[in-house]
């Protein structure tokens, strides 16, 4: 019963890790979050990364 619960565990690590790496946020505003909101940051940080791969680089 611990291997869903550790995986839970890593996700949550994941989208903690994810978030401030990008946005520079405190763990502790980023666990303030709920899940819901928190989904919905991530979504929105890989639709920004998205966006920026696929425009053109200009020297």
């Excluded at 790496?21 to 666990?31: A, T, V």
């Amino acid at each position: 019963m611990t291997g869903p619960v550790v995986e839970e565990s890593d996700r949550l690590w994941e989208e903690i890790v994810y978030i401030a790496y990008y946005l520079h946020w405190s763990f502790d505003s980023i666990l303030e979050l709920d899940h819901r909101t928190r989904a919905r940051v991530i979504e929105e940080i890989a639709a920004i990364n998205a966006r920026v791969d696929e425009t053109p680089e200009r020297y």
